[in-house]
């Protein structure tokens, strides 16, 4: 049976909320189960530890599950992805400035009714800058789910149309819905509408619909939350800039926070051989916070299925190093 200890931790983590630790401690208990012979359990417990895991995931993630498009707008379902994220800052490493700078929105937004009655307007346009795997997307989702509201995630290339004007009126159904349904509107991949209006092969599609997103952000009143991203920032046309009220830019993390990263995720695991985080953060120099993520993910799952009680030191180097490749 299960050591008691073990049994402590689990029932602990799960009173706490604490999900990465709760989860790490049933693999323990079935990793444990499988060194003393039984097997038929410890694949029970793996079985039903996946299943917990895929449940949560979908709990977290499901698209609509719990968000409604309003009838009137039920024509915007082809432009734009919804659901109702868990995540929060705390979820995220972040360098100081950039945490200061979103905690501040996230309080401007709480506080809006304060704001306006000294006719003042809380941020809520923000131009999200920087290479892939960086935390822009995540950005997004942790600013909604501070704020207890969904994300809409709006499908550009479905915005894009060969024929002239419907650009335009598909682009308006959205800033359309914004007033009527608070959410958090992210443009991901923002440069396919908002490049330099001389670049592209249909010049006048691509300057119609950027005008009309430039007039759009402007004249748009609503508590809604408009979030541009981009992993291109200089293909950006230069009268965008102006309409956000946040610019923010992502590099890809530091030392220090590569070591945070990797220490958080596997935290509650024990490796073959006692880990040089400082080390371990130099093979992973000029990753993106996406990678090293995966990378954990990736040395974990091998150790469930190798049915060992620590994780590989080797294995998670030999990863490292192949992202880079």
Do not use: W
């Amino acid at each position: 049976m299960a050591a008691a200890e073990q049994i402590k931790s689990l029932i602990k983590s799960f009173g706490e909320g604490d999900e990465d630790r709760f989860f790490s401690s049933a693999i323990q208990i079935a990793a444990s189960e499988a060194r003393q012979g039984h097997t038929n359990i410890a694949q029970e417990l793996k079985f039903l530890i996946e299943e917990a895991r895929k449940n949560r995931s979908h709990q977290i993630f499901d698209r609509n599950k719990t968000v409604h498009m309003m009838p009137q707008k039920r024509e915007l379902a082809e432009l734009i992805e919804i659901f109702q994220p868990q995540l929060t800052l705390k979820d995220m490493v972040l360098s100081p400035e950039i945490h200061h700078t979103l905690a501040r929105v996230i309080d401007e937004q709480r506080k809006i009714e304060i704001l306006r009655q000294h006719n003042l307007s809380p941020q809520r346009k923000l131009l999200l800058m920087g290479p892939p795997g960086c935390g822009k997307t995540m950005t997004a989702e942790a600013i909604a789910g501070e704020l207890g509201i969904p994300v809409f995630i709006v499908r550009l290339d479905g915005i894009m149309s060969k024929f002239m004007g419907e650009s335009i009126v598909k682009l308006r159904l959205i800033f359309d819905a914004m007033p009527a349904q608070r959410a958090v509107y992210l443009f991901d991949e923002f440069d396919s509408i908002g490049s330099h209006r001389h670049i592209g092969q249909d010049v006048g599609e691509v300057k119609r619909v950027l005008n009309s997103f430039l007039i759009n952000i402007e004249k748009d009143q609503s508590n809604s939350i408009i979030i541009a991203a981009t992993n291109l920032p200089d293909a950006l046309d230069k009268a965008l800039f102006r309409r956000f009220d946040e610019i923010i830019s992502y590099p890809l993390p530091t030392k220090e926070e590569i070591v945070e990263v990797l220490s958080d995720k596997l935290r509650h695991f024990t490796f073959d051989e006692n880990p040089d985080y400082e080390q371990l953060a130099i093979s992973a120099d000029g990753l993106n916070f996406s990678d090293l993520v995966k990378a954990c993910e990736e040395v974990i799952k091998d150790m469930i299925l190798s049915d060992r009680n620590s994780l590989s030191l080797t294995l998670l180097n030999q990863i490292l190093h192949k992202k880079k490749l």
